[in-house]
């Protein structure tokens, strides 16, 4: 099972720290990924991160802003967002997947529940 939590409302320019949880069979070496999903939009890709947590990738529209890590000791996978904009404004869903690391939901074996981020301006 996968968990999200730390999503909030906040404004323009603020950060929020999202955190993943992962428990069960999600607990073992799995790539993850962050996607999020704004009302009347399709589920887009934000970041991804190997089980090691060597390599990493971003969306063109959060690099430099986000940042996502991993404790693989704690199995917790979290994603730092900071200078928040308004069209950051989504569900943002973590995501494992045991193929490797990608920016194909489809490729996601496992989902959590999302939690939701408002940005207001």
């Known amino acids: 099972q996968l968990q999200a939590s730390g999503g909030g409302s906040v404004q323009a320019g603020g950060s929020l720290r999202l955190s993943c949880a992962a428990s069960?069979?999600?607990?073992?070496?799995?790539?993850m990924g962050w996607f999020r999903q704004a009302p009347g939009k399709e589920r887009e890709f934000v970041a991804a991160i190997t089980w090691s947590g060597i390599t990493t990738a971003y969306a063109d529209s959060v690099k430099g802003r986000f940042t996502i890590s991993r404790a693989n000791a704690r199995n917790t996978v979290s994603l730092q967002m900071n200078s928040l904009k308004p069209e950051d404004t989504a569900v943002y869903y973590c995501?494992?997947?045991?193929?490797?690391?990608?920016?194909?939901?489809?490729?996601?074996?496992?989902w959590g529940q999302g939690t939701q981020v408002t940005v207001s301006s």
């Open positions: 069960g069979r999600t607990g073992g070496n799995y790539h």
């Open positions: 995501a494992a997947a045991v193929r490797g690391i990608t920016r194909q939901a489809g490729n996601y074996d496992y």
